[in-house]
């Protein structure tokens, strides 16, 4: 069985400690691939949640002094419950705050999967990089940073941009897959973490395949919506329709994915 009948059949429970502005979205586009969401912030819970949870997803993009207190406190629950993480560090460039916070989060905790553009990805390994909000630089040598990202941080760089790298334990793989449409509504990204955090579900070192499997698959989905979109509102209804639709069969004739 593949990975995408497997989160159907099994509906795996993602906590979800995310940006605020996406929330919504999120947990329809997880309920539409077949997950289920829980939008959970409580440390008092959490002990109770990840001891059933597939995945914890933590986004920081509306990062505050309480929630980064509490989300590192989830995450250390999640590892002393064997709770696979994946890891947001939304625009991580953007203040010292941010990048603080980050540093501490990756000595702290030990993460599954680490997810993020090209800037943000380079931000963790350079603190004097810059971003401004959540843009990525588009001329930086995006399959270095994925490289160097995983030797030194020791866990599962995904960097997505027009191209998407994924790094794991000396393995490269570009995904070519995708549409512009993504970059014309907010929290593409921050659900493309959700639904990683699906397809590992449970797995504290999931297969490159696995991971490459669940990013190819929504951006299949994101091609299908792009063709009937009109423009960025028809999208986001399309993109939880395709989401809901979405094949393994569409997944093995349209994939675009090489080792590099």
């Not at 593409?188 to 698959?217: H, M, R, W, Y």
């Amino acid at each position: 069985m593949n990975n995408l009948e497997n989160v159907r059949q099994q509906h795996p429970l993602v906590i979800c400690y995310t940006n605020d502005v996406v929330k919504h979205f999120t947990a329809n586009g997880l309920l539409s691939i077949g997950a289920s969401p829980a939008m959970s912030e409580a440390p008092e819970e959490a002990v109770e949640f990840l001891q059933v949870a597939g995945a914890l997803v933590i986004n920081i993009g509306t990062l505050t002094k309480h929630s980064a207190k509490d989300m590192l406190e989830i995450a250390k629950i999640a590892n002393e419950e064997s709770t696979p993480i994946v890891f947001d560090p939304v625009a991580v460039g953007a203040s010292q705050f941010r990048k603080a916070f980050c540093q501490q989060f990756l000595q702290e905790v030990d993460v599954t999967v680490i997810k993020g553009n090209a800037s943000e990805i380079l931000t963790l390994i350079d603190s004097q990089t810059t971003m401004k909000g959540t843009d990525s630089n588009t001329t930086l040598d995006v399959v270095t940073i994925a490289k160097k990202a995983q030797q030194l941080l020791q866990t599962t760089i995904v960097i997505t941009g027009e191209t998407d790298v994924i790094a794991h334990e000396g393995k490269i793989l570009k995904l070519t897959n995708g549409t512009a449409m993504l970059t014309r509504i907010t929290g593409a990204g921050c659900l493309l973490g959700g639904i990683i955090a699906s397809f590992v579900n449970k797995q504290l070192e999931p297969k490159i395949d696995d991971i490459a499997e669940a990013v190819t698959i929504y951006n299949i989905a994101a091609e299908h919506a792009a063709q009937v979109a009109d423009g960025p509102g028809s999208f986001l209804t399309q993109f939880i329709d395709a989401l809901y639709n979405v094949t393994y069969d569409d997944y093995l004739t349209q994939w675009q994915v090489k080792e590099v």
